[in-house]
């Protein structure tokens, strides 16, 4: 199925999404952590340790963190989970450098492998993983089915799967106000810090665009996934999903 923020890409119509995706990753790689911290005042970290806390209850061994970005989560879920095993995957090598860099200044970076894979054709094998965690990349999947089957796939019986992402308030007035600062203070504040004048224009479109709360977990459903849920974040700025394969 085609979803709307699945046609929002970041350098215009011409291209496959996730090769813009990509580069736009590899652009703003240096600014993102300080852009990602400003943007939401901080509030992200506190939306991380909540998805790792619900993890914490199931004891995960082997972890997957899908779309790792500059390894946020990925570093965060090795501190409060301690696996035996934490993969951190993106298609962005600048993102991932500046996690891998992360990694080594904490000391834990032969805890965690960062490495290349497409979300949507995983090098894994089946049922590989206890544990797959998403933050705030899924809505920049170029075909979100193909994305969360894979996640499926690798997935043991009986593992987890949590996602965070961000998304738009529906009550007054805080939708009101979120679609003014998404539209009008992201794309000033993130041309600025980031340089790249299409980014931060692309990113608060992809939020409104993404199925959210009952939509998102029908879909989980729909691939497979059992007694998916959400709840939702900060007056629904965010969005925490949880499914069990």
Known sequence: MNYPQEKIKPYGAEGKKGEQVKKMFDNIADAYDQLNHI???GIDKIWRKKAINWLKQFSPKQVLDIATGTGDFALLAYKMLRPNRLVGTD???G???VGR????AAGIEKEI???YEDCESLSFEDDTFDAITVAFGIRNFEDLDKGLREMHRVLIPGGH????????????PMKQLFGIYSHVVIPTIGKFLSKDNAAYTY???TIQAFPQGEVMQNILEKIGFAQAKFQ???FGICTLYMARK
Not at 161 to 172: C, G, R
């Open 113 to 115: 492998t960062f490495q």
């Open 95 to 97: 993102m991932m450098n």
């Open 161 to 172: 799967l949590v996602i965070l992402e961000l998304t738009t308030p529906t009550k007054f």
């Open 39 to 41: 943007l939401s005042f």
């Open 203 to 205: 990113l608060p479109s």
């Open 232 to 234: 939702r974040l900060t």
């Open 91 to 93: 298609i962005s090598e």
């Open 101 to 104: 860099g992360k990694a080594k």
